[in-house]
T-cell receptor
Framework: DTEVTQTPKHLVMGMTNKKSLKCEQH?????MYWYKQKAKKPPELMFV???????INESVPSRFSPECPNSSLLNLHLHALQPEDSALYLC?????????????FGAGTRLSVL | KQEVTQIPAALSVPEGENLVLNCSFT??????LQWFRQDPGKGLTSLLL?????REQTSGRLNASLDKSSGRSTLYIAASQPGDSATYLC???????????????FGTGTQLKVEL
């Protein structure tokens, strides 16, 4: 099973709302990632968690708040977003195995901020 | 800072044609290079991964090559089919972070359309 599951698939929210994106994997991977992707652009890394600890924050605004409650679950809490935050949010996980390190991606959450 | 570019940005070919997608990177000290496929509005599917010590990898009709010294990789697709239509992204990994996480730098992508 190489599946990374993201919920919800679509989300529409107002600028004053609070919502959360969820990501789950059961591959035993100890690194998990959040990416943001705008239309016709490559994914941009937002956060990396390694062994449930935040290891990279790519200078993301504080209105995005990641959380890794356990080794299988990664959340992204959203508050007071702006219309320009509308994008596809991708979650990924990885584990190094014998020198091979592959990231597996979820299908993404399409977020629209009104 | 690692920069990754892909040429062409878009490509339209008739079904059955063999084609080559190009990826170039500025820092040759990479750990590995990965090719992904992305269908519109969907996540990324890993196609091939080439370790820095390897020259090429093959999977079915796909063949990826790596030339670290020149900072280039190519993805060769044989006998293209309409189902191959998607955006293809290459991504390089410079090093493994402490604890096993890694930071990929993605290319700009090639949007491929295979027509009947």
């Amino acid at each position: 099973d190489t599946e990374v599951t993201q919920t919800p698939k679509h989300l529409v929210m107002g600028m004053t709302n609070k919502k959360s994106l969820k990501c789950e994997q059961h591959m035993g991977h100890r690194a998990m990632y959040w990416y943001k992707q705008k239309a016709k652009k490559p994914p941009e890394l937002m956060f990396v968690y390694s062994y449930e600890k935040l290891s990279i924050n790519e200078s993301v605004p504080s209105r995005f708040s990641p959380e890794c409650p356990n080794s299988s679950l990664l959340n992204l809490h959203l508050h007071a977003l702006q219309p320009e935050d509308s994008a596809l949010y991708l979650c990924a996980s990885s584990q190094e195995n014998g020198g091979i390190n592959i990231q597996y991606f979820g299908a993404g959450t399409r977020l629209s901020v009104l | 800072k690692q920069e990754v570019t892909q040429i062409p940005a878009a490509l339209s070919v008739p079904e059955g044609e063999n084609l080559v997608l190009n990826c170039s990177f500025t820092d040759s000290a990479i750990y590995n290079l990965q090719w992904f496929r992305q269908d519109p509005g969907k996540g990324l599917t890993s196609l091939l991964l080439i370790q820095s010590s390897q020259r090429e990898q093959t999977s079915g009709r796909l063949n990826a090559s790596l030339d670290k010294s020149s900072g280039r990789s190519t993805l060769y697709i044989a006998a293209s089919q309409p189902g191959d239509s998607a955006t293809y992204l290459c991504a390089v990994l410079l090093n493994i972070l402490t604890g096993g996480g890694n930071k990929l730098t993605f290319g700009t992508g090639t949007q491929l359309k295979v027509e009947l």
